[in-house]
C-alpha cells in the first residue's frame, strides 16, 4: 500500500521548536520531489517549503525562510521538516506531499493546483499558542 505518513506535529509555545518527519511507504522517495504544505482553517492549501530529488535545490515560502529546514533522507524513505522560532501564524495542518519530476522544485509548492501532487500524507496538526 503506498502512502507517506507524517509525525512530529502538536503544541508548542511561541519561539518554540518542532520537526516534523513523513515516512513513504510502498513505494521510494529516491526520484520524487517532496514537499511540505500547510492548510490553516478557512484558507487553502499553500506550499511552504520543496526539495528536488537529489537534494540540492529548495524553496521555502516567505513567511518561514531563515526559521523552517527542509531535509531528505532517501535511505530511510523519509523528508523533514526542521521548524525554529515558531509563531502563531505558524498554526496549520501541515502535509508532506511527493511529485515525479516534472515542474521546478518552486513550482511544485508554489504552482501545486496546475501540476498536481502523486501522493499527498494525512496531515499533522501544529498548534504554536501561549
Known amino acids: 500500500q503506498v502512502q507517506l505518513v507524517e509525525s512530529g506535529g502538536g503544541l508548542v509555545q511561541p519561539g518554540g521548536s518542532l520537526r516534523l518527519s513523513c515516512a513513504a511507504s510502498?513505494?521510494?522517495?529516491?526520484?520524487?520531489?517532496l514537499g511540505w504544505f500547510r492548510q490553516a482553517p478557512g484558507k487553502e492549501r499553500e506550499g511552504v517549503s520543496c526539495?528536488?530529488?537529489?537534494?540540492?535545490?529548495?524553496y521555502y515560502e516567505d513567511s518561514v525562510k531563515g526559521r523552517f529546514t527542509i531535509s531528505r533522507d532517501n535511505a530511510k524513505n523519509t523528508v523533514y521538516l526542521q521548524m525554529n522560532s515558531l509563531k502563531p501564524e505558524d498554526t496549520a495542518v501541515y502535509y508532506c506531499?511527493?511529485?515525479?519530476?516534472?515542474?521546478?522544485?518552486?513550482?511544485?509548492?508554489?504552482?501545486?493546483?496546475?501540476?498536481?501532487?502523486?501522493?499527498w500524507g494525512k496531515g499533522t496538526l501544529v498548534t504554536v499558542s501561549s
Open positions: 510502498g513505494f521510494t522517495l529516491d526520484y520524487y520531489k
Open positions: 526539495i528536488s530529488s537529489s537534494g540540492d535545490t529548495t
Open positions: 506531499a511527493a511529485r515525479r519530476p516534472g515542474p521546478t522544485t518552486q513550482a511544485m509548492c508554489v504552482h501545486h493546483q496546475d501540476y498536481g501532487i502523486n501522493y
